[in-house]
């Protein structure tokens, strides 16, 4: 999930300007204000902290299906094989 986080993205400028706030999802999490020119957005705690239970439960996930993934692989090698080592040869001369 360090990928998501150092993601960059942009934020409107709060006070209506045209200048983007340039940000990545980590410092949105983690920072209790980011600023412009014009404006700043003063980040809620309470949201922060669900934004990272989010985090943490996509990295669950991600961990489990990375896990069932390699074991669905293995089944179909082994099914694979079988279908192989199972069938019928028939040689044509």
């Known amino acids: ?5 150092k993601t960059k993205t942009e934020l409107p400028c709060p006070g209506g300007g045209y200048s983007k ?10 920072k209790s204000k980011l600023s412009s ?3 700043e957005y003063r980040f809620k705690s309470q949201y922060q902290s ?3 239970s989010t985090v943490n439960k996509m ?3 991600q961990k489990k299906f990375e896990k069932e ?6 089944d179909f090698s082994e099914a694979f094989q079988n279908v192989i080592s199972n ?3 028939v ?3």
């Open 91 to 93: 040689i044509k001369r």
């Open 87 to 89: 069938a019928d040869v």
């Open 59 to 61: 990295e669950s996930l």
């Open 1 to 5: 999930m360090n990928e998501l986080l």
């Open 21 to 30: 706030i340039k940000t990545t999802y980590g410092d949105v999490m983690k």
């Open 37 to 39: 020119s014009k404006g």
């Open 69 to 74: 993934m390699g074991r669905a692989q293995e």
């Open 50 to 52: 669900k934004m990272k």
